[in-house]
């Protein structure tokens, strides 16, 4: 099925370990995006991808590793991660003018 | 980045038409205006994008003054399913420059 997909949808983890978060989409956008949403408020950009191994920071970089060999993944990394990365993320690809969006992953950092 | 302000939070009744009102008075020449809507427990849709005047879809329209410096997303008829985050959003999207969401507008639709 054509879209954007990601996993895990839901994820528990300790502070202090890795986490990785993955990202799919199947139209070969050259964008992609990677926001986090913390509870009540909007969304603030991580990293954002023009295309496969160009990738650049956004808003709140820190603590965070992307990577794109591949135009379709774009997978977000938690080096360490700590309680206040406990959030909901959202992957994003970009057609011309318009951003589709995952349907998030929901992360938790005890 | 343009920054936009726009409400915090409306309410409304089913059947009103809701207008929903940002300002980004630092604008730019390429920047276009775009709104997204979100769900709790999803992650944005689109909804409309304009660059002057008025823009018509089957959802809302948008309409945008020729100073540019605001621009209000209208709904007509709103229905409960209409409840949900508003975002307005400035930039040369079309450059794939990243955009700001903000806090969002939270619509509140009631019976």
């Known amino acids: 099925d054509a879209g954007i997909t990601q996993s895990p949808r839901y994820k528990i983890t300790e502070t202090g370990r890795q986490v990785t978060l993955m990202c799919h989409q199947t139209w070969s956008h050259s964008y992609m995006f990677w926001y986090r949403q913390d509870l009540g408020h909007g969304l603030r950009l991580i990293y954002y991808?023009?295309?496969?191994?160009?990738?650049d920071k956004g808003e709140v970089p820190d603590g965070y590793v992307v990577s794109r060999s591949k135009t379709e993944n774009f997978p977000l990394t938690l080096e360490s991660a700590t309680r206040s990365q406990t959030s909901v993320y959202f992957c994003a690809s970009k057609s011309v003018n318009e951003q589709f969006f995952g349907p998030g992953t929901r992360l938790t950092v005890l | 980045l343009a920054k936009t302000t726009q409400p915090i939070s409306m309410d409304s009744y089913e059947g009103q038409e809701v207008n929903i009102t940002c300002s980004h008075n630092n604008i730019a020449t390429n920047d276009y205006i775009t709104w997204y809507q979100q769900f709790p427990s999803q992650g944005p849709r689109f909804i409309i994008q304009g660059y002057k005047t008025k823009v018509t879809n089957e959802v809302a329209s948008l309409f945008i003054p020729a100073d540019r410096k605001s621009s209000t997303l209208s709904l007509p008829r709103v229905s409960l399913s209409d409840t949900a985050v508003y975002y307005c959003l400035v930039g040369d999207t079309r450059a794939g420059n990243m955009l700001t969401f903000g806090g969002g507008t939270r619509l509140m639709v009631k019976p």
């Open positions: 991808s023009a295309a496969a191994d160009i990738t």
